[in-house]
């Protein structure tokens, strides 16, 4: 179906694309909001760009695509409980990056996150790209071999690595000074998803695997589990399967956190990136398609 009343230019084959004709800070037509999600749900990740946005008018946005909440450990903005500022400084060098691994935002929730608005106030002059991954393409190119293995699949999630008793972001280390990351005992919990999840809008089904969160399979030791997970991250970032978005201040990001994962890249020590995000509320990843007609 055509858009008529915005423009879309995709990025690349298989995510992404960038919106144009569309002021974020005003609230959108009901013809222009509908066609907004339906770029949103089928190109998984949308751009525009040259926005200007107040804290309440970036909320407001949000809810074109879903409901804002307040994610735990990172301190959001003051008076803003769904807003976080991710911020890089320029003596913020030489350490992690928020952000800095392959990811589906929250996944270690029970409900992990719908999507997120990723707004750059302060973009680098180079560097701090955002890179986008299809996890449909990922799971659409395994074999049926590969698909049959791991359908019945649950992976395990947790923020151990980032959040919990030991995580990287403990003490202090690797937060920039202007984020505050609050690492918890509840940041050790785990929980199951499926490997396989289909997507509750589209219909359509996708890995639901990461770098920074998944840190096992149900049922599995560790050296049996590795394996598998490394090989579905190196095959969802394969470069065809993704694309890869040069900030400037004022643009935006919208992405579908249920069908793509995304990464920050760290390549711009000695400069500021000030980003600040609202997240979006999402429902509990499930393997199939809720039988339709039950009533
Ligand atoms: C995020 C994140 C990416 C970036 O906001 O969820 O991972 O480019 N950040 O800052
Ligand atoms: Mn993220």
């Known amino acids: 179906m055509a858009y008529e009343t915005i423009e879309v230019e995709p990025l690349a084959g298989s995510i992404g694309a960038?919106?144009?004709?569309?002021?974020?800070?005003?609230?959108?037509?009901?013809?222009?909001?509908?066609e907004v999600y339906r770029a949103f749900l089928e190109y998984s990740v949308v751009f525009f760009r040259d926005q200007d946005l107040s804290p309440e008018q970036e909320i407001a946005a949000g809810r074109v695509f879903g409901e804002p909440y307040s994610i735990p450990f990172v301190k959001p903005m003051d008076g803003y409980p769904e807003l976080i500022d991710i911020i890089k400084e320029p003596e913020d060098v030489k350490m992690y990056n928020f952000g800095g691994r392959w990811h589906h935002d929250v996944s270690f929730q029970e409900e992990p996150a719908k999507g997120a608005l990723l707004y750059a106030l302060e973009a680098p002059k180079w560097g701090g790209d955002t890179v986008f991954a299809s996890m449909y393409a990922?799971?659409?190119?395994?074999?049926?071999?590969?698909?049959?293995?791991?359908?019945?699949?649950?992976?395990?999630?947790?923020g151990r690595n980032s959040y919990g008793a030991s995580g990287k972001f403990v003490g202090g280390a690797n937060s920039s000074r202007s984020m505050q990351i609050e690492n918890t005992a509840e940041g050790d919990a785990v929980m199951e998803h499926p490997v396989v999840r289909t997507?509750?809008?589209?219909?359509?089904?996708?890995?639901?695997?990461n770098?920074?969160?998944?840190?096992g399979i149900k049922g599995m030791e560790e050296r049996e589990a590795r394996p598998i997970l490394d090989f579905l991250l190196e095959h969802a970032t394969r470069d065809e399967f993704t694309c890869r978005f040069r900030w400037r201040s004022g643009s935006v990001a919208v992405w579908d956190n249920r069908a793509a994962m995304h990464h920050a890249i760290n390549d711009y020590d000695g400069a500021r990136r000030h980003m600040?995000?609202?997240?979006?509320?999402?429902?509990?990843?499930?393997?199939e398609q809720p039988s339709a007609g039950a009533e």
């Open 211 to 215: 770098q920074n969160y998944t840190v």
């Open 18 to 34: 960038e919106i144009a004709g569309v002021d974020l800070s005003k609230p959108l037509s009901n013809r222009q909001s509908d």
């Open 138 to 158: 990922a799971y659409e190119t395994l074999s049926d071999g590969m698909k049959a293995l791991l359908e019945p699949l649950v992976g395990l999630h947790s």
């Open 276 to 287: 600040r995000r609202v997240t979006l509320k999402g429902d509990r990843p499930f393997r």
């Open 199 to 209: 997507h509750p809008e589209t219909g359509r089904k996708c890995l639901f695997v």
